[in-house]
């Protein structure tokens, strides 16, 4: 998977849901093929689509996107 196809998946799939979604809500949603994201690319799509990441209950980071 390219950089550029992870990034529109997961750009338009947050885009839907205001309230965010976890990396293990994203990975089974769009059948992503890896076991945790790659940092170079969240930091990327930080900049590139505002991904931002907050704490949620426990451990989970819920990402979310600016509208």
Partial sequence: M???LFKNLI???LRKR???KTW???????ALPYDRPCPEW???LE???GLSRQKGQGR???WR???
């Fill in 47 to 49: 900049r590139e689509i």
């Fill in 65 to 67: 996107v600016k509208r």
């Fill in 60 to 62: 989970e980071l819920v």
């Fill in 24 to 30: 293990k809500e994203l990975k089974n949603d769009l």
């Fill in 11 to 13: 750009h338009s799939d």
């Fill in 18 to 20: 205001s309230t965010g």
């Fill in 42 to 44: 969240m930091k990327k």
């Fill in 2 to 4: 390219t950089y550029i």
